[in-house]
């Protein structure tokens, strides 16, 4: 019979028929049609001019065009395949994942999660740093041994293939991905959609998780009136800011997280549907390679379906300790592992008061006057000092 614990050596090789078949369809796209630009109408809160509509025909024509006269996919593979990969089934799932270990021995075991819509390139910045701090003009010490999956249903994971793969299930797979790999003291950290499963982690597997990093706490407020008076004049700013993004800019959550099925279809489709999907995110200010990577991904795999179920999965989760508060699974009982935070100057502002309720042991938070939503790309440096300074004080 088949082990399906077995942990399968993996490289990345893509078929010239898939590549040719993209450049064939990029060459044919029909472009949507948008309003003439009106440069004297300010945007409706912290907007980029030119977006108020969404991702405007520009952006799209110009990364298309950059995606099919200079992109090089095969260096992005090469990239890739230059660090070890390997896949298993875990609850009947493929999971694909990188595992870096770092030349110190006494490395700390360390699994990152990606967020949506990213993959483990959002991580490749800092997988030399953390692994190797000696090489980077680091402290030993602070070196990790790095675990970098691929969530089910996203990227090189492949679909999934069954209902409920929300944060707390896959949680619960990372935890039997690190017993697999042998390691019996980890920590776990990640970003977007990681910053929702690896306070999960440390949840459902307290005795072997160390501590728990994330770059958004997603505290929300429960609706209790005594709770909003309490917050600070920078809190109810902060606050806001989270409703006006929710209301005017969380298009993709509202869809995938009520009707995912309905995209897909165009997603499957068309690879410049799913440029203009990934990029409402991502905006206009990181570089193309990495957008255009991380979509490539995406649509090489076929996952723009599966990775928008996650949403819906996750918004329908129901777990022994928690209760469904219309925006997902949220705790009744508090985390207990440490916590820390990195909270970047472009991204959700994490509000203390409700991270309090909801994690009973942060042990660092930190802000900075630089970075966005994807600082492991844009601010490698400060969020590498900031994973080093939190472990150090919980390993």
């Known amino acids: 019979m088949a082990d399906h614990t077995a942990i399968t050596p993996f490289r990345i090789d893509i078929p010239q028929a898939d590549l040719d078949d993209l450049y064939d369809r990029l060459a044919r796209t029909r472009w949507a049609g948008e309003l003439p630009a009106e440069p004297s109408r300010a945007p409706a809160g ?48 493929n999971v694909h994942f990188l595992h870096v270990r770092s030349p110190e021995p ?22 030399g740093p953390l692994t190797d701090p000696r090489a980077h003009g680091g402290d030993p010490a602070d070196a990790f041994h790095l675990v970098i999956p691929s969530i089910p249903g996203f990227g090189l994971s492949g679909p999934t293939r069954e ?33 929702l499963i690896s306070p999960e982690v440390g949840r459902v597997d307290p005795e072997h998780a160390i501590g728990v990093h994330v770059t958004q706490v997603f505290s929300f407020p ?38 995912p099925q309905n995209l897909a279809h165009a997603l499957a489709d068309s690879p410049v549907g799913q440029l203009g999907w990934s990029a409402q995110l991502m905006g206009e200010f990181l570089d193309p390679e990495f957008v255009l990577t991380n979509v ?33 699974a949220e705790p009744l009982e508090p985390t207990t592992v440490p916590l820390g935070l990195a909270n970047f100057a472009w991204d959700y502002q994490s509000i203390r008061p409700l991270a309090e309720r909801d994690h009973k042991n942060i042990v660092s938070w930190s802000t900075y006057d630089r970075g966005s939503h994807f600082a492991a790309h844009d601010a490698p440096d400060l969020l590498v000092a900031d994973i080093r300074q939190f472990f150090r004080a919980v390993r």
């Open 46 to 93: 912290p907007v980029p001019p030119g977006w108020e509509y969404g991702v405007p025909l520009g952006y799209v024509q110009r990364l298309t065009e950059h995606w099919r006269t200079a992109y090089d996919w095969r260096a992005w593979e090469a990239r890739l395949n230059a660090y070890p990969q390997f896949t298993t089934e875990i609850d009947g799932q």
């Open 106 to 127: 006494d490395a700390t075991p360390l699994i990152l999660t990606h967020g949506w819509p990213t993959t483990p390139v959002e991580w490749l910045d800092v997988i």
């Open 163 to 195: 209902r409920g793969w929300n944060r707390f299930r896959v949680a619960r797979a990372w935890a039997e991905l690190m017993r697999r790999l042998g390691y019996r003291r980890y920590g776990a950290a990640g970003n977007d959609g990681g910053s």
């Open 222 to 259: 429960s609706g209790d009136p005594e709770e909003l008076a309490g917050l600070s004049e920078a809190d109810r700013g902060k606050l806001a800011f989270a409703e006006w993004f929710v209301n005017n800019r969380g298009a993709y959550d509202k869809l995938q997280s009520t009707e």
């Open 296 to 328: 490539m991904i995406y649509w090489l795999t076929n996952t723009g379906a599966s990775s928008a179920r996650f949403y819906y999965e996750d918004a329908a989760a129901v777990h022994p300790r928690h209760v469904s508060n219309g925006r997902g």
